[in-house]
T-cell receptor, first 109, second 115 residues
């Protein structure tokens, strides 16, 4: 079975503080992991995927197979980062994504 | 620019009514998906389709059906709406085969309220 766990419903930080949104997964094979973001009044969109190993809007995420985690990090949060973040997993050979329950990030001035 | 369009942004229906949610994509994508989005529950897959006239059940198909008569259009049908189907419904599409990076392109959502 494929499962994604995001333990925090809400993460509230001040501008300039570091941010870490947690994501753990359960999958017996080699998964592909993604982070999606939904800003207020906008559609859900891809933020980054582990295969690309890229930094988007200052966010990075490293796949840790030993800990089965894919935490999203940013060293200095900005107010415009306030949004709903979803971690997602795609199993080998599958087309569909399994999403976590989401974490709302609130960055205060 | 990839576009997934959900024709109805807001709907209010009564219990027992038949409800159609329409989704159209303009990127010639083979894969299309219907998710529902609920606070605290995240996105849950209802149905998906790999090709015209093909469909597969997702994690919560009960009470729903789908139709894919054309490649660009994927419809979600609630045969007899119930109050527990009040939710935000998200349609998504993606490419198939080597072009499939795993990225889903989402519509803006259809917020359904069943009274």
């Amino acid at each position: 079975a494929q499962r994604v766990t995001q333990p925090e419903k809400l993460l509230s930080v001040f501008k300039g503080a570091p941010v870490e949104l947690k994501c753990n997964y359960s999958y017996s094979g080699s998964p592909e992991l993604f982070w999606y973001v939904q800003y207020s009044r906008q559609r859900l969109q891809l933020l980054l995927r582990h295969i690309s190993r890229e930094s988007i809007k200052g966010f990075t995420a490293d796949l840790n197979k030993g800990e089965t985690s894919f935490h999203l990090k940013k060293p200095f949060a900005q107010e415009e980062d306030s949004a709903m973040y979803y971690c997602a997993l795609r199993g080998t050979g599958f087309q569909k994504l399994v999403f976590g329950t989401g974490t709302r990030l609130l960055v205060s001035p | 620019d990839v576009k997934v369009t959900q024709s109805s942004r807001y709907l209010v229906k009564r219990t027992g009514e038949k409800v159609f949610l329409e989704c159209v994509q303009d990127m010639d994508h083979e894969n299309m998906f219907w998710y529902r989005q609920d606070p605290g529950l995240g996105l849950r897959l209802i149905y998906f389709s790999y090709d015209v006239k093909m469909k597969e059940k997702g994690d919560i198909p009960e009470g729903y059906s789908v139709s894919r008569e054309k490649k660009e259009r994927f419809s979600l049908i609630l045969e007899s709406a119930s109050t527990n189907q009040t939710s935000m419904y998200l349609c998504a599409s993606s490419s198939h085969g080597p072009q499939n990076t795993g990225e889903l392109f989402f519509g803006e959502g259809s917020r359904l309220t069943v009274l």
